[in-house]
């Protein structure tokens, strides 16, 4: 699968941008140029400038096709030229077109907020993954293509990054169907894999990511295995962004425990930065903490003959919360250890 920093990859933006450089290509150049500047001073838009962008992809095709400079190119080199267009294109219009509006940058916030729950608890099996299928390098592989999808910023190479991290997927499926006389795998394997990926890669701008891609790459670029591949991907988000314990294979209050004990853990982490100013500003919420405990403890010096009905009633409430709470954590902490200690006889096993 070829890289978004591909020698392939460079010779099409490059090739691109030196025949823009050319006296002939004058014309087209200031079309371009022209383009750019009509979308400035209309409020950004992604839905819209998507619908634009694309239209001049389609008017710049035909315009190459009836330059000289493109007399006699072959199909592939007129294809070069649009990728390269649309590289040039989309890099200009980066900051106006991608998590431009408060409403992405909401939904890029709730996605990884999201997924760093499902971090903490989640496991293959959760997601019936076959045991036969776990492959730590592979999953670790195809992590790290889905998380460079942030580091570029055209819809070609982004989905690229996308394309790689599904690829060593279904490469994965294939070794495995091949080496286990296993019935091919298909996208009831695919996609619980793909789930479990993103999960652990946790892309910065998940959805603003794919709505990018799905707005300004060629539309004639998204089909065939380009298409499957994206349309799993959004899947995967969606799944993450409504699941709930039954598609987890598991009881919907210990979901819900699992996500509590998660945003407990979260908490704890960001309150216990080992940084200067974090150190400060964590004592600074100690003291704040130790000022009004006489609040939210009352009955801590309290004497028991003193206490009245209603104060009993009370302090009942607060015990059932402080031993809701200690249960729950207990539970995720056990079952914590069960997997760490299933990962290492895995991979005991597998040595």
Known sequence: MESPSSAASRVDFYGFLDRMRRPAAGGLFRSIKSFLASLSPDEPSAEEDGARVQAFYAAMEAAFREHPLWASATHQEIDHALEGLEKYIMTKLFDRSFAASAEDAAADAEVSERIGLLQRFVRPQHLDIPRVLHNEASWLLAVKELQKINSFKSPRD?????????????????????????????????????????IKANPPHLHSNLKFVQLFRRETKLVSEVEYYLTNLISAK??????DGRLLSMEENEFQMHMETAKLGTQICAASLSSPQGSATSMRGLQKQTDTEGSRFPFMDSETESLTAAEVKQLHGLYRQVVTRYTSLSKALRKLSIDEDQLLASVDADS
């Not at 169907?177 to 793909?194: C, H, K, V």
């Not at 969606?238 to 699941?243: D, L, P, R």
Request: net charge negative; proline share 4%; with cysteine.
């Open 158 to 198: 982004k989905l690229l990054c996308v394309m790689s991290c599904c690829q060593v997927i279904n490469n994965l499926l294939l070794n495995v169907s091949m080496s286990n006389d296993r019935t091919p795998s298909g996208a009831d394997e695919f996609l619980p894999i793909l789930i479990y990926i993103t």
């Open 238 to 243: 969606m799944f993450i962004v409504n699941v």
